[in-house]
């Protein structure tokens, strides 16, 4: 199975802050990786999939990057609806999985 | 409007079964792939099983695999996972989500909100 780490596990932020998330790959998955949101208590929201194509929606302040093995989660500028946790999903094989995930409070 | 409303979800002793629903509506149901998910109290994501659109190809993880069993009826409308010799560690939340795609490829764009499975005696 293809294992997903994330970095960092925790990120405190500020309303205003440019935030990247690091999602590595333990093998090459080309473009196949999708990244998702999740407030407490609610459905994971699917924001990115292909490694840069936002969902329908989603505001263009996020953005992803990457390739093979090394991807990223940009949030360009924060906002208050932002802080939650943020997971990658890696879509070149099943079992399809998913990163530990990234947890990003308030300062 | 899509919408995924899951349900079944309840107490049950290990050893025991479970069949979980999802009711969807939106969207021509049959024409899409769906996956269940599960979030183990406290814990992260797991991806669980997906079935292709016709309901012809079936996707398990290893750790349900030969007790859980994944399903469809399109004239209903409605996704299932019927659960047996549940364990402590099928404890979680289960959300169906929706894909994009008829096949199986891994990508969702729509999430339920979900239902609690709980094994405890």
């Known amino acids: 199975d293809i294992q997903l780490t994330q970095s960092p596990s925790f990120l405190s932020a500020s309303v205003g802050d440019r935030l990247t998330i690091t999602c590595r790959a333990s093998?090459?998955?080309?473009?196949?990786l999708a990244w998702y949101q999740q407030k407490p208590g609610k459905a994971p929201k699917p924001l990115i999939y292909?490694?840069?194509t936002l969902q329908s929606g989603v505001p263009s302040r996020f953005s992803g990057s990457g390739s093979g093995t090394e991807f990223t989660l940009t949030i360009s500028s924060l906002q208050p609806e932002d802080f939650a946790t943020y997971y990658c999903q890696q879509l070149n094989s099943y079992p399809f999985t998913f990163g530990p995930g990234t947890k990003v409070d308030v300062k | 409007e899509v919408q995924l409303l899951e349900s079944g979800g309840n107490l049950v002793q290990p050893g025991g079964s479970l069949r979980l629903s999802c009711a969807a509506s939106?969207?021509?149901?049959?024409?899409?792939?769906m996956t269940w998910v599960r979030q183990a109290p406290g814990k992260g994501l797991e991806w669980v099983s997906a079935i292709s659109g016709s309901g012809t190809s079936t996707y398990y993880a290893a750790s349900v695999k030969g007790r859980f069993t994944i399903s469809r009826d399109n004239s209903k409308n409605t996704l299932y996972l019927q659960m047996n010799s549940l364990r402590a560690e099928d404890t979680a939340v289960y959300y169906c989500a929706k894909s994009p795609t008829i096949a199986v490829a891994g990508v969702t764009d729509f999430w339920g909100q979900g239902t609690l499975v709980t094994v405890s005696s």
């Open positions: 292909a490694a840069s």
């Open positions: 939106g969207f021509s149901f049959g024409s899409y792939a």
């Open positions: 093998q090459g998955i080309s473009s196949y």
